[in-house]
C-alpha cells in the first residue's frame, strides 16, 4: 500500500518544472560508491487487507485469553472511560507537530495548560511541564536537574524504588560524575531511615523517595523530606502510581521539593510497556533548572487570552550543549489522555478511585494472609499493591497458577535475591470481589496439596 | 549613540570607569540583536573575574548570550532591578540598564578595548 | 468563534463525568487511619462528562494538524498517518499486555519488536537495533552512550565530540550529558562539513563526531566517507543523526557510509503520528563493534522462540521503564510492511522530487542561501524580503491566514532568517501548488503591502501572541 498522491502526469510536470529528465538525477548529489546497487532485502509490500490480517495474526502470539492478572509493579490496569478513547483518537490531536507555531496551536497548548494546573494541583508544586517520557527517565531527570541545583557529588535512592528507575537513573548518570548510593529498607518495607541518616551528608544533593514504594508501602514522605533537608539536600518524590495522589498527602504537602513519576494510571492503556506518560513538578524557585516544555498564558495583539510554549531558554533547540535535558519530542497524546481521564472523573472521583484501591487491595491483602502458609512479608501501610511470602518459589506459584489462567503478580527475587518466596500482588479497582476469591482459592488449593 | 567615555568589547559589552569602579552592560546593538529581553542572571557581589570570563547571561525568547566581563576585577554591585523588569535592557541598554559594577583591577587592561568610534567601525564590518 | 474557557472556569461544585461502580468488597473504614490522607484536591475540575466532550472537541478545531494539509516542517518530516496503522495499534492484545507479563505469553509482542529491529537494520546497513529509546533525543544519548562505553573499554573515553554548525540542537545537548566537550565544525560554502576544519581539529582526544546526513540544509554530506575515514584513522567513531532519512530510503545506507551509530524517528520517517508533541520512537542502530553495549533487555530468537535477555555485561544498561514505545514501533513496522522495498524507495525519491519541485518553483522568488542540490528539504531565507521589513516571521504568520502550517524557522543557525522546508512524499501536486502560490503572493505582499504580513496572522483563532511578556511574568497554571 502507497501514500503518495502524485499521479504520473503530476510527476511528468514536476520533473518538467525542475529541468530534468527522470527522478533519479535528483539523487545525483549522492556519490556512486555508496549507493544501494540492489532492493532494500524487506518483504514486498502487502495491501491493507493483508497488514491488517499480519497484525491479527502477530497479536494471537500473544496469550490467546486474558488471564486474570495481579501484575502492577509501575504499570497499572484501570478502567478507561469511552470519553478518553473517543477523543484523543481526533485527528486534530493526534496529528499536529509540537505547538511551536502557537496561532494554530492553541488546542494542545490550552491542554498542556490544564495538564500543568492539574499536576500542580495533585501534587502540591508550584510549576509542572508538559511530560516527560515515562516515570523512570523522569526520575534520572529529576536526579540530574537536584545535581545542578546544588552541585553535589552524592545521591540516595531507595532500595524501595522501583528497580528498572533506579538502573535508568544509574545509566543516565554514569558519565557525569555522580555517586549513586542505595538506601536499604526495614521490616516495614519502608525506607530504612536510620541508614538514611548516616548516609547523608553535606555532599548529598538529594534523596529520592518513591511512595507508595515498589513494595505497595506508603513512605513517610515528611520525615524522609526533614531529613533530607537538615543536610542540605532536596527531597525528590517519585510516584509510580498516580491515582494514589487522590487521597494521598500530595507531595508538596510532606516536604517535597521536585515531584516526578509515572502517570500511565491517568488513562493510559498497558501496551506493554509504553507509550507511557512522565510527569514532573517543582517548586517555583527550580524554574531556570527545570525541563520540558512548558505553556505559558498571555494574550494576543487584540489582548485575547492564548498561550505559548515558554521559558525555551532553558531547551536544547537554544541553550544547546548547556541545555537542562537533551528532551525534545516527549508524550504528547499521552498527555492529552491523561488530561481528559482527570477532567472527567473530577474531585470527587479522583478520590473515590483512590479509595477503591485501597480497599480492594486490603481486602485482597487481608483473604491472601489468612490462608495458611501465606503470610504479609511488610508491615508498613499498603496503598493498592503488596507483598505476600510463601514456603513455595514464587516462579512454581505462577507456573501452577498459569494452569488456571491466572496471574499471580510479580516475583520479587529476581531484583530482591533476599525475597525468596516473594510475590507482589496488585490490586486496582478494576478487580472484582469474586476474582480476588478466585486467586485465594487459588492459593489455599496450591497451598494445600 | 555609543557615548565616548565607554569602552567596548568585540562581544559587544560596554564598560564604563569612574576612579577605581566600573560600571557594565550590555551594547545597544547586542540588545537590538537579542530582541525582547526576558531574564538577566546575575553574579553574586564579591565575585572575582578575570578579563573575558562569563559572569551573566541575558536570555530573550528565542536566544542566550552570556556576558563577559572586559577586565579584571570584583562584583561590588549588581542591578537587581532587572529581576522584576529586564525589559530595561532593552529600552535603556547605557544607562539605567546596567548590569554589574566592579573594583578593576588592573586600569591598563582598558587599552585593549575599542572607542566608540572604533566600535561603530566594528559594527559596520559586521552590518555586511 | 466560541472562546474556550479553561476547564476549572466552567467547573462546579458535584457535577461529575464519570461515575465507579459500588464498592463489592466490605469497606474497612479503619485502613486508612494511619495513612498521610489529603484534604480535597483543591480547585480540582468537576464537570459532566459532555462539557468534557464539548471541550476537548472545540480544542481540537484551533488546531491545525497533518490530516488538514500540508505540514512542510523542515527536518520533521511531517508525513500523512495511515490510518490502518492506527487501527492495528488498537488490537486488543497488543493494548492489554502487561509488560511483566510471562514472556511466553508475549510471543507476538516480542515478534513485533525483533521484526522492525531487524527491518531497520537492513533498511539503514547496520547490524543491530534497540528499539527501546522513547524519541529522537534519547536515541542520540543512547547513541552517544555506546560511543562512550566503547571508548572506555578501549583504555580512553576521550574529551571531545565533534558537531556541524548545522546540527540540531539536541545533538550538543546529548553529547554533554555523556560528558563530552563540543567541538563546533563549520560548514563550507558547499553547506557540508568542512574537511579541511575537521582535519586540522581531528586528533586522539576526539571521542567522535555526529553528522546528520542529509543535513538540515537538504544536502547530502557527499564526503562522508572522507569524513567517516578521517576519523576511524584516529580511532574516533561516527554517529549518524537520522532525523532526515526519509531522503535516503532504497537509495543509499548509512551502514555502507561508514557510520557506526545511528537513530531514527520512527514518528518522521516511518509515518508514526507525532500526536501534538510525541510519543514517538528513537531507535538505535549500531555496527557489530557496538552491539555488546546496546541497552538491556535486549529481544533475541532462539529455536523460533523469543525471547528478553539481559545477560550483557558490557550493556549501557536500562534506559526506559520498560521496553520503549511498544505502540510506536507497532505502527511503524506496519508501515514498513505496508511499502515494501519498492515502496521505501519511492517514499524517498517522492519525498525528494516534491522537495525540489518546491525549491524550483520559488527560486526565484525567495533567497537560498546555499546553491547547492538538495534532497527532500531546502533552505530559503528573509532575505529579500528584508529589503522591505519583512522577517520569516511575518512570513510564517502570513502563512498561517493562507492555509498551509509554515516551515521551520530560524534553523539551522547557519542560515539567517531561515525557512526549512520539507514538503514530504505524501503530498499532492494540489497542496504543493496551495503552498506554492501562497509564499508567491508573500513576496508580492513583501513588496506591495507589508503591513499585511506585519500583522498577520489575521483570521486565526488567536492573533500574534505576546511572547516577551509570557516569559517576563511566567504564568504556568491557572489560578482561581
Not at chain 3, 61 to 83: A, E, H, V, W
Not at chain 3, 239 to 251: F, K, P, R, T, V
Amino acid at each position: 500500500m502507497k501514500y503518495n498522491s502524485l499521479s504520473q502526469n503530476d510527476k511528468k510536470e514536476m520533473l518538467k518544472t525542475i529541468g530534468i529528465s527522470s527522478p533519479d538525477k535528483l539523487f545525483d548529489s549522492i556519490p556512486d560508491d555508496i549507493k544501494l546497487k540492489k532492493d532494500l532485502n524487506i518483504p514486498s509490500a502487502l495491501s491493507e487487507p493483508e497488514t491488517w490480517d499480519t497484525f491479527n495474526e502477530l497479536a494471537s502470539k500473544n496469550s490467546p485469553e486474558t488471564p486474570l492478572s495481579f501484575l502492577g509493579g509501575g504499570a497499572y490496569l484501570h478502567y478507561i472511560p469511552a470519553a478518553v478513547d473517543y477523543l484523543s483518537s481526533r485527528g486534530e490531536f493526534v496529528s499536529p507537530y509540537t505547538p511551536y507555531q502557537a496561532e494554530v496551536s492553541q488546542g494542545t497548548l490550552h491542554l498542556i495548560f490544564e495538564f500543568q494546573t492539574m499536576i500542580c494541583q495533585l501534587t502540591g508544586m508550584d510549576i509542572s511541564n508538559a511530560s516527560l517520557y515515562d516515570g523512570a527517565s523522569g526520575a534520572a531527570e529529576a536526579v540530574l536537574m537536584s545535581h545542578r541545583i546544588q552541585r553535589k557529588p552524592k545521591i540516595l535512592i531507595p532500595k524501595t524504588l522501583h528497580p528498572h528507575y533506579r538502573q535508568v537513573i544509574q545509566t543516565y548518570t554514569k558519565n557525569l560524575g555522580l555517586e549513586i548510593q542505595e538506601v536499604s529498607y526495614d521490616e516495614s518495607g519502608q525506607m530504612d531511615t536510620s541508614e538514611l541518616k548516616k548516609k547523608l551528608d553535606k555532599e548529598t544533593s538529594a534523596v529520592v523517595c518513591q511512595s507508595p514504594n515498589f513494595f505497595g508501602v506508603i513512605e513517610d514522605l515528611e520525615v524522609i523530606s526533614k531529613l533530607a533537608h537538615e543536610s542540605d539536600a532536596l527531597s525528590i518524590s517519585v510516584v509510580a502510581e498516580a491515582s494514589s495522589l487522590g487521597i494521598l498527602k500530595s507531595p508538596g504537602e510532606m516536604g517535597a521539593d521536585i515531584v516526578t513519576g509515572e502517570a500511565q494510571s491517568f488513562g493510559i492503556p498497558l501496551s506493554f510497556g509504553g507509550p507511557y506518560l512522565g510527569f514532573m513538578s517543582c517548586r517555583k524557585d527550580f524554574l531556570r533548572q527545570f525541563p520540558g516544555r512548558i505553556s505559558g498564558q498571555t494574550k494576543d495583539v487584540d489582548g485575547k487570552r492564548g498561550f505559548v510554549l515558554t521559558l525555551s531558554t532553558r531547551e536544547q533547540h537554544i541553550r544547546r550543549e548547556r541545555a537542562t535535558s537533551n528532551i525534545c519530542t516527549n508524550q504528547a497524546l499521552c498527555m492529552l489522555r491523561a488530561t481528559i481521564f482527570l477532567e472527567l472523573l473530577g474531585k470527587k472521583g479522583m478520590r473515590e478511585w483512590a479509595w477503591q484501591n485501597i480497599q480492594k487491595a486490603s481486602y485482597a491483602n487481608k483473604v491472601l494472609t489468612d490462608i495458611k502458609g501465606v503470610e504479609s512479608r511488610f508491615s508498613g501501610q499498603i496503598y493498592n499493591e503488596f507483598v505476600i511470602k510463601t514456603e513455595k518459589k514464587w516462579r512454581q506459584i505462577q507456573e501452577e497458577l498459569k494452569k488456571k489462567n491466572i496471574v499471580p503478580g510479580i516475583s520479587l527475587e529476581k531484583y530482591y535475591p533476599e525475597l525468596k518466596g516473594c510475590g507482589l500482588v496488585c490490586v486496582t479497582e478494576t478487580r472484582k470481589k469474586k476474582d480476588i476469591d478466585t486467586l485465594a482459592e487459588a492459593f489455599e488449593d496450591l497451598l494445600k496439596s | 549613540m555609543y557615548p565616548d567615555d565607554f569602552h567596548y568589547t568585540k562581544d559587544h559589552e560596554w564598560i564604563q570607569v569612574k576612579g577605581d569602579e566600573a560600571t557594565v552592560g550590555i551594547t545597544d546593538f547586542a540588545q537590538s540583536q537579542m530582541g525582547d529581553v526576558v531574564y538577566v542572571e546575575l553574579p553574586k557581589v564579591g565575585d572575582e573575574l578575570d578579563a573575558h570570563q562569563t559572569f551573566g547571561v541575558v536570555e530573550s525568547v528565542k536566544a542566550v548570550s552570556d556576558v563577559f566581563s572586559p577586565v579584571a576585577g570584583k562584583v561590588t554591585q549588581v542591578n537587581e532591578g532587572l529581576n522584576d523588569d529586564p525589559e530595561v535592557l532593552n529600552k535603556d541598554p547605557h544607562s539605567k540598564g546596567w548590569i554589574i559594577k566592579l573594583k578593576v583591577k588592573d586600569k591598563s587592561e582598558l587599552e585593549e578595548l575599542m572607542s566608540a568610534s572604533e566600535y561603530e567601525k566594528y559594527l559596520e564590518g559586521l552590518e555586511e | 468563534m466560541i472562546r474556550e474557557r479553561l476547564i476549572f472556569e466552567i467547573s462546579d461544585e458535584g457535577k461529575k463525568g464519570f461515575s465507579f461502580p459500588k464498592l463489592d468488597v466490605p469497606e474497612s473504614k479503619t485502613v486508612t487511619e494511619n495513612f498521610p490522607l489529603r484534604d480535597e484536591i483543591k480547585d480540582f475540575p468537576q464537570v459532566s462528562e459532555l462539557e468534557v466532550v464539548r471541550h476537548f472537541t472545540r480544542l481540537s478545531q484551533t488546531n491545525y494538524c497533518i490530516d488538514k494539509g500540508i505540514y512542510p516542517l523542515g527536518s520533521c518530516t511531517m508525513k500523512y498517518n495511515p490510518k490502518l496503522n492506527e487501527k492495528i495499534a488498537q488490537i486488543p492484545s497488543f493494548l492489554s499486555s502487561h509488560p511483566y507479563s510471562d514472556q511466553e505469553m508475549m510471543q507476538g509482542n516480542l515478534k513485533v519488536l525483533k521484526t522492525m529491529e531487524d527491518l531497520l537494520a537492513e533498511v539503514t546497513g547496520m547490524d543491530a537495533f534497540t528499539s527501546q529509546p522513547a524519541a529522537g533525543a534519547q536515541g542520540e544519548l543512547v547513541g552517544m552512550m555506546l560511543i562512550r562505553a566503547y571508548l572506555e573499554a578501549k583504555g580512553d573515553p576521550r574529551k571531545f565530540v565533534f558537531i556541524p554548525d548545522s546540527a540540531h540542537g539536541t545533538n550538543p545537548s546529548s553529547a554533554h550529558i555523556c560528558g563530552y566537550k563540543v567541538k563546533e565544525i563549520k560548514s563550507n560554502q558547499q553547506g557540508t562539513v568542512d574537511l579541511d576544519d575537521l582535519e586540522k581539529n581531528m586528533n586522539e582526544d576526539t571521542a567522535a563526531i555526529m553528522i546528520t546526513n542529509p543535513n538540515t540544509l537538504g544536502v547530502f554530506e557527499n564526503q562522508i566517507k572522507e569524513v567517516s575515514d578521517l576519523v576511524h584513522s584516529q580511532g574516533g567513531l561516527v554517529y549518524m543523526d537520522g532525523a532526515n532519512m526519509n531522503a535516503l530510503m532504497g537509495i543509499c545506507r548509512p551502514g555502507d557510509m561508514g557510520v557506526d551509530v545511528m537513530h531514527l524517528n520512527l514518528h518522521k520517517t516511518f509515518s508514526t503520528p507525532h500526536g501534538g508533541g510525541g510519543p514517538g520512537a528513537g531507535p538505535v542502530g549500531v555496527k557489530s563493534i557496538l552491539e555488546p553495549y546496546l541497552p538491556i533487555p535486549r529481544v533475541i530468537k532462539q529455536n523460533n522462540h523469543y525471547l528478553f535477555h539481559s545477560d550483557y555485561p558490557k550493556s549501557i544498561g536500562r534506559i526506559h521503564g520498560f521496553y520503549g514505545n511498544f505502540l510506536v514501533v507497532v505502527k511503524a513496522l506496519a508501515y514498513v510492511l505496508s511499502q515494501g522495498p519498492d515502496g521505501l524507495r519511492e517514499v524517498s525519491e517522492t519525498a525528494v522530487l516534491n522537495s525540489n519541485y518546491i525549491r524550483k518553483s520559488l527560486e526565484k522568488e525567495f533567497h537560498l542561501e546555499y546553491k547547492t542540490p538538495t534532497l527532500h528539504e531546502c533552505v530559503f531565507s528573509d532575505k529579500l524580503q528584508k529589503k522591505h521589513q519583512v522577517s520569516n516571521l511575518d512570513i510564517a504568520k502570513r502563512l498561517i491566514d493562507l492555509g498551509a502550517h509554515p516551515p521551520t524557522m530560524s534553523f539551522p543557525l547557519i542560515v539567517h532568517g531561515a525557512l526549512m522546508t520539507e514538503p514530504t512524499e505524501t503530498e499532492s501536486k494540489a497542496d504543493l501548488d496551495l503552498f506554492i502560490q501562497a509564499m508567491k503572493q508573500i513576496a508580492k505582499e513583501a513588496e506591495e503591502n507589508p503591513e499585511v504580513l506585519k500583522s498577520a496572522p489575521h483570521h486565526s483563532y488567536v492573533r500574534r501572541l505576546d511572547e516577551a511578556t509570557a516569559a517576563r511574568n511566567p504564568k504556568l497554571r491557572w489560578e482561581p
